[in-house]
């Protein structure tokens, strides 16, 4: 699953393009990827999807999506989901996850661990083959090029 926060926008404002974004930009590239309001793009079945809410609010049939970066977030995130993977199951929030890559979010009743660097999810094997079942993440901020 994709955690790209979508703006509605055909190309980068002003402001973004010749200053440094405001602290509401850059807590865009935070945050869990379920919650309300928030807006992102998630791929499935080879179809790009446009998510707000938890919603799906239209598709995009083509094989490629031209996009415009705007900002990454600082440090690549973590997330990890303890049931296997199920292409026809609903979206769920992840069971652990992680801004930083550093230590589970505040909101997460059950962390796997204090710090993922000791996270026992964050260990060769423990996801399938020889993965790790805690994933590494990197949070985008993009405009869609073609986005009215």
């Known amino acids: 699953m994709s955690n790209i926060t979508v703006f509605n926008s055909a190309k980068v404002p002003a402001f973004v393009a010749n200053a440094e974004l405001s602290e509401t930009t850059l807590a865009l590239a935070g945050g869990p990827a379920s919650g309300p309001g928030v807006k992102r793009v998630s791929i499935k079945g080879g179809v790009f999807r446009l998510v707000a809410g938890g919603k799906e609010i239209a598709n995009i049939e083509d094989r490629h999506l031209d ?45 796997q661990a204090a710090t993922c660097a000791k996270c026992p999810q964050n260990i060769a094997g423990s996801g399938n083959g020889n993965s790790r079942a805690c994933r590494y993440q990197q949070r985008l901020a993009v405009v869609l090029a073609n986005n009215p």
Do not use: Q
């Not at 415009?68 to 979206?91: E, T």
């Open 67 to 111: 996009v415009i970066v705007v900002k990454a977030a600082p440090k690549v995130s973590r997330i990890f989901y303890a049931g296997k993977y199920d292409k026809d199951a609903p979206g769920a929030a992840p069971d652990c996850w992680s801004n930083d890559g550093e230590t589970p979010d505040k909101s997460i009743k059950d962390p």
